[in-house]
């Protein structure tokens, strides 16, 4: 996405960074991570997502953060032992909410019509979802990569309707080392721009303080989801400073 500085005529990308800190990350790590964001990255779309436990922290100490869940469930409330739902995330200040995960698709055995029905639920609550799609290594292998995240889309959006940023991880490529190749990743947000044309997409899989830059170059990369680089602070202030220099 696209904007034009009205001061310079210049046009620069819309850039976002989103912070999946999964399973790990403490009060003290949030202290250090929102430091550096708060010295290193003037214009970046920051999306700080961390474990639920630290939302409501952040939100008391940092209230200029936007924070994001990591999951939510797609019912409102009830009996449901561990789950959190999405009034809850707004409740403490989240503003987003990652749903469609592949670790949650994996471990969760979230379908694509459960990931529809939590994008919907984020949404009537007030949150944007970021909605995440990606293949398996053998469906890249396979060739069949564009057809598989086309039956993702149709089928994690069905009644999506208000704001949303997709996210395109290949599974092969997450915590893994491997990212998807310059080529790949512009193949796919080529593919995925044709079908939505005004929602943020972003790109996630192993991105890191080395690769980021040229992947946030990409054409229609609108910015990154980073798992494991997000929790080393000087690695997270390379990639936040990567995205700024895009950033109109
Ligand atoms: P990674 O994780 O950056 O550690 O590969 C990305 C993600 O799972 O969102």
Same mark, same amino acid.
């Given at each position: 996405?696209?904007?034009?500085?009205?001061?310079?005529?210049?046009?620069?990308?819309?850039?976002?960074?989103?912070?999946?800190?999964?399973?790990?990350?403490?009060?003290?790590?949030?202290?250090?991570?929102?430091?550096?964001?708060?010295?290193?990255?003037?214009?970046?779309?920051?999306?700080?997502?961390?474990?639920?436990?630290? $939302?409501?922290?952040? @939100? +008391?100490?940092?209230? =200029?953060? #936007?924070? &994001?869940?990591?999951?939510?469930?797609?019912?409102?409330?009830?009996?449901?032992?561990?789950?959190?739902?999405?009034?809850?995330?707004?409740?403490?200040?989240?503003?987003?909410?990652?749903?469609?995960?592949?670790?949650?698709?994996?471990?969760?055995?979230?379908?694509?019509?459960?990931?529809?029905?939590?994008?919907?639920?984020?949404?009537?609550?007030?949150?944007?979802?970021?909605?995440?799609?990606?293949?398996?290594?053998?469906?890249?292998?396979?060739?069949?990569?564009?057809?598989?995240?086309?039956?993702?889309?149709?089928?994690?959006?069905?009644?999506?309707?208000?704001?949303?940023?997709?996210?395109?991880?290949?599974?092969?490529? $997450?915590?893994?080392? @491997? +990212?998807?190749?310059? =080529?790949? #990743?512009? &193949?796919?947000?080529?593919?995925?721009?044709?079908?939505?044309?005004?929602?943020?997409?972003?790109?996630?899989?192993?991105?890191?303080?080395?690769?980021?830059?040229?992947?946030?170059?990409?054409?229609?990369?609108?910015?990154?989801?980073?798992?494991?680089?997000?929790?080393?602070?000087?690695?997270?202030?390379?990639?936040?400073?990567?995205?700024?220099?895009?950033?109109?």
């Amino acid at each position: 996405m696209m904007n034009e500085n009205a001061k310079t005529g210049v046009t620069k990308k819309t850039q976002y960074v989103v912070s999946n800190w999964k399973m790990n990350g403490t009060v003290a790590l949030l202290n250090e991570a929102i430091a550096i964001w708060q010295k290193a990255a003037s214009h970046v779309n920051w999306i700080f997502c961390p474990s639920a436990t630290l $939302i409501s922290y952040t @939100k +008391t100490h940092f209230p =200029d953060v #936007i924070l &994001g869940g990591q999951n939510c469930s797609a019912k409102t409330s009830g009996a449901f032992t561990g789950d959190i739902s999405a009034d809850q995330l707004v409740d403490v200040g989240g503003t987003y909410v990652i749903v469609g995960h592949s670790e949650c698709r994996q471990n969760h055995h979230d379908t694509n019509a459960d990931v529809a029905a939590k994008a919907v639920a984020a949404q009537q609550a007030g949150l944007i979802p970021i909605i995440c799609i990606g293949e398996s290594e053998a469906t890249y292998i396979a060739g069949q990569t564009l057809a598989y995240l086309k039956q993702q889309v149709d089928e994690s959006l069905v009644s999506v309707q208000g704001e949303f940023l997709l996210a395109y991880e290949p599974i092969w490529a $997450i915590g893994t080392g @491997k +990212t998807a190749t310059l =080529d790949d #990743i512009a &193949g796919v947000h080529s593919f995925l721009r044709e079908q939505l044309p005004t929602t943020p997409l972003l790109y996630g899989g192993s991105v890191s303080a080395d690769n980021a830059r040229a992947i946030l170059a990409v054409d229609n990369v609108d910015g990154v989801l980073v798992g494991g680089a997000s929790l080393k602070v000087a690695d997270f202030r390379t990639i936040l400073t990567s995205a700024d220099k895009n950033v109109g």
